[in-house]
Nanobody, 115 residues
């Protein structure tokens, strides 16, 4: 079955960087669009970035120019490089797949930006 496992979250100071990873299994990773979402405390889950099978990318306005989404189709892994982090980036970050009319989510990884 589909499995998405995030890692790489943590506590970082404003202006710092983190790289999140999402290890995927149970489906043909290279053929699917995959996404990063985040859910800030007390707020709804929101789309952060997407990457298609053809490596086209899309970003939320709030992260464009600071975050970079990428994928390794050999390792079946999705990445999110986050630079110049701000306190408003604090959230649980989720890996997401929409496939066969179903949404699949990882367990999430906490990112906290705080001095």
């Amino acid at each position: 079955q589909v499995r998405l496992v995030e890692s790489g979250g943590g506590l970082v100071q404003p202006g710092g960087s983190l790289r999140l990873s999402c290890k995927a299994s149970g489906f043909n990773f290279r053929l699917n669009t995959v996404d990063w979402y985040r859910q800030p405390p007390g707020n709804q889950r929101e789309l952060v970035a997407s990457i298609t099978s053809g490596q086209s990318t899309n970003y939320a306005d709030s992260v464009r120019g600071r975050f970079t989404i990428s994928r390794d189709n050999v390792r079946n892994t999705l990445y999110l490089q986050m630079n110049n982090l701000k306190p408003e980036d604090t959230a649980v970050y989720y890996c997401h797949l929409y496939r066969s009319s179903s949404d699949y989510w990882g367990q999430g990884t906490q990112v906290t930006v705080n001095s």
